[in-house]
């Protein structure tokens, strides 16, 4: 019978090239360019995150309505790595909260030091302008 995946990236990829004519060259370059992985690997950790609006469930889902996730299918269909995920997950939103942290801190520091700096520098800007 058919193999069916259980990691939730794979389950993606196979949903999304469904969706691409991955027998043509645009598109399986397309799908070379294409990355999916479960949680959050080492180099991307660090980049900003985007949230896009319109594939939000609060406005694409009416009130009610029932709905799943990937993480709970491949869970149920098999995949083992769930708790493994999650653990990993945890550990790296502590790290990146401890880290905005500092960089708040940071930025505080830096402008407290321009606005005291601003006094004391006001008599060789004025001669400056």
């Keep these: 019978g058919p193999f069916h995946h259980r990691a939730p990236s794979r389950i993606l990829f196979k949903a999304i090239r469904g969706m691409v004519p991955h027998k043509t060259a645009r ?9 999916l992985f479960e949680g959050m690997p080492p180099p991307y950790d660090r980049k900003k995150k985007m949230v ?3 594939a939000l469930r609060v406005l694409r889902l009416k009130p009610g309505r ?6 709970r299918i491949s869970h149920e269909v098999g995949w083992n790595h769930q708790e493994t995920v999650d653990k990993l997950e945890a550990k ?5 909260q401890a880290y905005h942290e500092r960089k708040v801190a940071a930025h505080k520091r830096r402008a407290a ?17």
Excluded at 113 to 129: H, M
């Design 52 to 54: 896009i609006p319109a």
């Design 92 to 96: 790296r939103k502590v790290k990146n």
């Design 66 to 71: 029932k709905y799943c996730t990937i993480k």
């Design 27 to 35: 598109g399986a370059a397309a799908l070379e360019r294409l990355k």
């Design 113 to 129: 030091a321009a606005t005291s700096a601003a006094q004391a520098l006001a008599p060789i800007n004025q001669r400056l302008e």
